[in-house]
Nanobody, 121 residues
């Protein structure tokens, strides 16, 4: 069974950086599209950044220029480098994946349990 596990969340101050990591296991084939989503207080879950099997990336406008998503060194790993963090970035960050080449607008087929990111003043 496909399982995604996130790590790297924590408590930081505004302006600092943090890197999240997600690793998938239990897959027969290599996952195609992978990405990150976040659940912020009082709002629905939103796409933060995704990367396709070919390396094409997509970012939410609120994080463009500050965050960078990339594939890791091993199969089914995806990273999210977050720079110049703002209080509005606070939330639970979820890793998602699919066997499709890219994650569709409907969302990924597999989800991680999430990792908390808290940005304080």
């Amino acid at each position: 069974q496909v399982q995604l596990v996130e790590s790297g969340g924590g408590l930081v101050h505004t302006g600092e950086s943090l890197t999240l990591s997600c690793t998938g296991s239990g897959t027969f084939f290599k996952l195609g599209g992978m990405g990150w989503y976040r659940q912020v207080p009082g709002k629905p879950r939103e796409m933060v950044a995704t990367v396709s099997s070919r390396g094409s990336t997509n970012y939410a406008e609120s994080v463009k220029g500050r965050f960078a998503v990339s594939r890791g060194n091993v199969k089914n790993m995806v990273l999210l480098q977050m720079n110049n963090l703002e209080r509005e970035d606070t939330g639970v960050y979820y890793c998602g994946g699919t066997y499709k080449t890219t994650i569709p607008n409907s969302g990924p087929d597999y989800w991680g349990q999430g990792t908390q990111v808290t940005v304080s003043l």
